[in-house]
C-alpha cells in the first residue's frame, strides 16, 4: 500500500466524518488520471459516494480517452471542492481527496445499484419512475467504481468580520 503524504496544514485539516460529508453532497468533482500517453488527464465529472461500501461511483460511455486512461493506469484521485468565497488576499475553501483504484464493474447487478444511486442523487423526482430509459441504456453504459484507499480533507475558514 502505498503510504499518502499527511497534509501540510495540519491548522486547515478537514476531519474525515466532514470529508466524507462534503463527498456525499458535492455536486460533482474533478478525476484526476493518468493517460496512456503519460500526461495528466483530469475531467470534472458526477459521481455518487457510498460511504457504507466506501467507494464512489461514476458513469461513462464504454469507450474513450477517460476508459484508456483507466485502463492504462487505475491509480487516481478525486476531489471534491464544497464552498468557496473570493475574500480579499485569500479564498475561504473547503475540499476532499480521495485516493484509489478505479475499474470497470463487470457485475450487472452492482451496476445497476450504481445507476440507481446516481440517479436518486441527480434526479430524486425519478426515485419511483420507470426504468425504461436506464434499462434501454444499460448495454451500452460503464460503471466506473473508485476504490477509496486514502481520503483527505482540507478547509481554510476566514474569521467573521474580515
Not at 469507450?63 to 471534491?80: L, M, P, Q, T, Y
Not at 468557496?84 to 480521495?98: D, F, I, R, W
Not at 484509489?100 to 423526482?125: C, M, Q
Amino acid at each position: 500500500m502505498t503510504d499518502f503524504r499527511p497534509v501540510r496544514r495540519q491548522d486547515r485539516l478537514l476531519d474525515i466524518p466532514a470529508a466524507e460529508r462534503l463527498l456525499e453532497t458535492g455536486e460533482y468533482g474533478f478525476l484526476a488520471m493518468c493517460s496512456p500517453e503519460g500526461y495528466g488527464y483530469g475531467i470534472p465529472i458526477s459521481y455518487v459516494y457510498l460511504r457504507e461500501r466506501g467507494c464512489l461511483y461514476f458513469h461513462c460511455a464504454p469507450e474513450g480517452h477517460k476508459i484508456d486512461a483507466v485502463a492504462a493506469n487505475g491509480r487516481v484521485s478525486f476531489c471534491v471542492v464544497g464552498r468557496t468565497q473570493v475574500l480579499p488576499y485569500t479564498t475561504a475553501y473547503e475540499s476532499a481527496h480521495a485516493f484509489g483504484r478505479i475499474g470497470p464493474v463487470g457485475d450487472d447487478t452492482e451496476r445497476w445499484e450504481a445507476l440507481l444511486a446516481l440517479r436518486a442523487k441527480y434526479n430524486p423526482e425519478l426515485a419511483d419512475a420507470e426504468d425504461a430509459y436506464m434499462r434501454k441504456s444499460f448495454a451500452r453504459t460503464t460503471v466506473l467504481r473508485l476504490d477509496i484507499e486514502h481520503l483527505s480533507g482540507k478547509c481554510k475558514r476566514v474569521p467573521a468580520g474580515i
